[in-house]
DNA sequence: ATTGAAATTGATAAGCTGTCTCAAAATGAT
DNA sequence: ATCATTTTGAGACAGCTTATCAATTTCAAT
């Protein structure tokens, strides 16, 4: 575990405190390859840590990854057919620009935006607990 | 077929013509059935036309649902777990309010929102060819 | 109206992703 | 060190959608 993810370890630690769960070496090793990518899907990680763990299994991974979006680290997304977990660890609420060419995917943030969507949730009688936004389209590689 | 669906009667017999593809009765029946509501799934479609039709194929409406989609006349959206079909036959583009208590969906259309899309799409380089954007909340009811 | 090539249908098998089951192993409070 | 509790791994299972294929229907050309 490289020293700079010991904030997000005390994060987890804090979390399974909270509710009587346990520290894993599996839980160790799916944090520390979880935090090395912006994006993955379970099935990946499981073929890239089957290199070094060829014992680990797929279900472990799903209900480790799905334990960090509880823990506040993670969050699923659906992009495409599976699912994405995105590493929001040290970054807050952000949405995607997605290349369906290549599938390159950009985090933006944008406050107007946001300020529109309370806006119209306000306007129909609505409080928005969360949003989904995704732009489709071609990157400026696969345009051409 | 009521005599207000005609517009939409032709625009898929223009689709089947310009694709070789034929005009059934099955296909008559669901574009009926699909016109009266806004947002469906195709299981409840299923349901709901198993009362008159009892042998109208599962597979036959996602195959038809699909073929609206391709037509223009549907949109699929994935707000839950099964896909729901987007009559947008006589309406333009729109996004959705979601209430995750009830499931009450409200449709919306806000320009400025779009306008900030495309700024966005264009200060990282992308075109956008489609877009998503669903909120996730209470409705007034639920609130409560 | 009849013909016949091509498309469609319905029943069901298969596919895909993700969760559940459960015996064996690991954890950690005492 | 003990031992109740949690976790793991392997595979079964589940939910939703698409693929398969023989039988049927459509429709353009007689
Ligand atoms: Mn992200
Ligand atoms: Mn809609
Ligand atoms: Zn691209
Ligand atoms: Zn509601």
């Known amino acids: 575990m ?13 979390h399974l405190g909270k509710h009587q769960l346990k520290l894993t070496r599996q839980r ?34 799903y ?3 799905n334990l960090f979006c509880d823990a506040g680290l993670a969050q699923a997304r659906h992009f ?8 929001i660890s040290h ?9 369906t060419d290549c599938g390159k995917i950009v985090e ?5 935006i946001e300020r529109l969507q309370e806006e119209v949730a306000t306007q129909n009688g609505f409080i928005i607990k969360t949003h989904r936004l995704e732009l489709y389209g071609l990157c400026s590689r696969c345009r051409h």
């Open 108 to 112: 933006f943030e944008n406050c107007d």
């Open 2 to 14: 490289p020293n700079k993810h010991v904030k997000e370890m005390e994060a987890l630690k804090e």
């Open 91 to 99: 970054k807050g609420h952000h949405d995607h620009l997605i290349c």
């Open 63 to 65: 209900r480790t990854l």
């Open 28 to 61: 160790e090793l799916i944090l520390s390859a979880f935090l090395r990518q912006e994006h993955i899907t379970a099935e990946a990680m499981y073929h890239q840590l089957a290199k070094s763990d060829p014992h680990l299994g797929l279900a472990t991974i």
């Open 80 to 87: 495409g057919t599976q699912t994405q977990y995105d590493n």
